[in-house]
């Protein structure tokens, strides 16, 4: 089992946590992934980049008490607001739910929903340390 780290230390942000999954997972590609939760979820479906040829994988999440802060409640504010600004392309009922949610406290972070992404592959075990 092919095992990769994700340096959590180095995530401040939703854009970052995208840097570090790209010098992570795309080296030796010639395209980075986006800063999308479908473009996570579909990198860790394999086929390309460096799970490629990988069934099974773990990938250790260092500092990811680090990273649960960075991608937290604000980060995840900041998020929907920006595709609240954006009228006509995200539909807006669902995000202003998802918004208010996350502002009454029972809402998801942007770290949980990318838990949840990794959650949907059995084949890839994720250890946050």
């Not at 970052?16 to 790209?22: F, H, I």
């Not at 995000?95 to 838990?115: E, I, K, N, S």
Request: charged share 25%.
């Amino acid at each position: 089992m092919a095992e990769y780290v994700i340096e959590g230390g180095r995530i401040g942000g939703i854009p970052d946590l995208y840097v570090e999954l790209n010098r992570l997972f795309m080296t030796g590609e010639d395209w980075q992934l986006g800063a999308s939760l479908d473009a996570l979820d579909d990198l860790l479906y394999g086929g390309y980049g460096a799970l490629a040829e990988d069934d099974a994988v773990r990938i250790v999440w260092r500092d990811a008490a680090h990273s649960r802060d960075a991608l937290g409640v604000a980060e995840t504010e900041r998020w929907l607001r920006g595709k609240l600004a954006q009228p006509g392309t995200f539909r807006a009922d669902d995000l202003q739910g998802q918004l208010d949610d996350l502002l009454a406290g029972t809402g998801a972070t942007y770290f949980d929903r990318v838990l949840e992404v990794f959650a949907g592959h059995p084949g890839v075990t994720l250890d946050l340390r």
